[in-house]
């Protein structure tokens, strides 16, 4: 991206279009401070003419059989694919996402999954027959519910924003998509996708904007359906306006998940995995094992293995291949991760590494890791989004269980031993919607979501398709 973008238009009803508004979204690359370019933002009369497509659309793909649909779908994604590396490299200008993680995710999971909820939606009945209690039959029939809103949050935008897109079209709905105003630019190749791959129009329509417009997305009087991914505080206004409506939603929140290191786990040979469930994307990852729970016979050991892991994590800018911590999305952002470590400093807790801003340009934190600090800590409670770690020291695995669950999240989560049946047993007693042995590896086959503050609903896996249908009885 050596120019600027400046792109004018918006994806609605299958081309670009002028937005009502003059309003545009400027966007900057966090490794370098230098702008990248603007888009076009859409006004409360763009998205009711995204909506109004997307009602209209709906008519023609809710009536394809699920064959046609997924067809469409496997195109989508061989679209997709074409523009693998230039997703990627996208992504990772607007948000700071190393680029070997933007390949992996942002260029590689989208379309992974239109294949997979293509190959679900072909092999399942959309109507099945069983036998009443008094005599009769009943036919259960699945009917996809309309228009989808779809809300995507900067860190991952294309994974999430078709971690939801793949199921509900799948399903026969349509979708009107909001993405974040850091992360507009790779929506542009998004919508160049759905016309290469000859989607009819409607069915998939790209409204960039604030809050505002997000907010106008879920209280539309013609969306049947909300998915958001994003923080609780917001999650929390969307379940409010979604319960007054009695519109379904899910919500995909916020996380302080637990890394609970078992007395005999090998963390030292298993550096890369470490890193990848505790520091994955700069922090900037919901489901991260932020908080290190270490069994105090080998505290001070664990707490200089990860001392060690900060300091030769390589920080650069987010496209060179070698970098492992990138930027911050934002100046403001960064401002936020810095509060939450001297809030840490004047709480007591031991800083052992990190804690600075690198010299060089962007909005960088070096990765930080805090030793004792106690569970009811802020650096503990809430959750910071960058590159902080605070490790717990625990006397059993009774006491850890305990720490891993004393928390308003739930959402993800990590047990390391080398013993898998013991680490097994310990997962399943943690408070949590998804735990991980020995590594935290996502797989868009199991449903991923979370308990308490995390969120409602699920995602991925047949689940997510059975999440965007209506069930109706028809008594025979």
């Known amino acids: ?16 279009v002028a937005s009502d508004g003059a309003q545009r979204i400027e966007v900057v690359n966090p490794s370098t401070e230098q702008r990248l370019g603007s888009v076009s933002a859409a006004s409360t009369a763009d998205v009711d003419r995204a909506v109004a497509a997307a009602r209209k659309a709906f008519v023609e793909w809710s009536a394809k059989n699920a064959d046609e649909r997924a067809e469409l779908l496997n195109r989508l994604a061989d679209a997709l694919e074409k523009r693998g590396a230039e997703i990627a490299h996208t992504v990772s200008s607007q948000n700071g996402m190393p680029i070997v993680v933007s390949t992996g995710l942002e260029a590689g999971f989208p379309p992974l999954l239109l294949r997979y909820y293509a190959g679900l939606v072909s092999d399942q009945p959309s109507v099945t027959r069983r036998a009443g209690l008094f005599g009769g039959e009943i036919d259960v029939v699945r009917k996809p519910m309309g228009v989808v809103g779809v809300i995507v949050p900067w860190n991952f935008p294309q994974t999430l924003a078709m971690t939801k897109i793949a199921p509900a079209l799948a399903a026969g709905n349509t979708a009107v998509v909001k993405p974040s105003p850091e992360t507009v630019l790779d929506a542009i190749l998004l919508g160049e996708a759905i016309a290469e791959a000859e989607l009819p ?47 379904p939603v899910s919500l995909g929140l916020g996380g302080k998940s637990a890394t609970i290191v078992l007395d005999d786990a090998d963390v030292a040979g298993s550096m890369e995995e470490f890193f990848k469930a505790t520091l994955l ?10 908080r290190v729970l270490a069994p105090r016979g080998r505290y001070g050991e664990i707490v200089d293995i990860l001392a060690g892991l900060a300091h030769v994590a390589t920080i650069g800018d987010a496209v060179d291949e070698s970098t492992m911590i990138g930027p911050m999305v934002s100046a403001r952002h960064r401002e936020r991760v810095e509060g939450y470590i001297e809030r840490g400093k004047t709480e007591g807790c031991r800083l052992i590494a990190g804690g600075t801003r690198p ?16 569970n009811d800590s802020v ?29 308003p999240y739930g959402l993800g989560g990590t047990v390391w031993s080398q013993d898998r049946d013991r680490a097994r047993a310990v997962a399943q007693r943690v408070e949590t919607g998804t735990v991980g042995i020995n590594g935290y590896d996502l797989d868009p086959a199991a449903p991923f979501g979370g308990v308490k503050d995390s969120g409602i609903g699920r995602e991925w896996g047949p689940e997510a398709l059975d999440s965007y249908v209506e069930l109706q009885s028809i008594y025979l």
């Open 201 to 247: 129009p409607g069915v998939i329509n790209i409204v960039p904007g604030d809050r505002a417009i997000g907010a106008h997305i879920v209280s539309h009087p013609g969306v049947d359906r909300v998915a958001f991914t994003g923080s609780t505080a917001t999650g929390r206004s969307i379940a409010e306006a979604c319960g007054k409506l009695l519109r």
């Open 379 to 407: 650096i503990a409670r809430e959750e910071i989004f960058g590159p902080v770690l605070a490790v717990i020291a625990y006397d059993d695995v009774d006491d850890a269980v305990a720490i891993a669950n004393d928390s």
């Open 1 to 16: 991206m050596s120019t600027t973008i400046e792109h004018d238009g918006l994806f609605i009803d299958g081309s670009w």
């Open 359 to 374: 010299d060089r340009e962007g909005w960088f934190v070096a990765p930080t890791i805090f030793a004792d600090v106690a």
């Open 281 to 290: 994307n700069n922090g900037q990852t919901c489901f991260l094992g932020t």
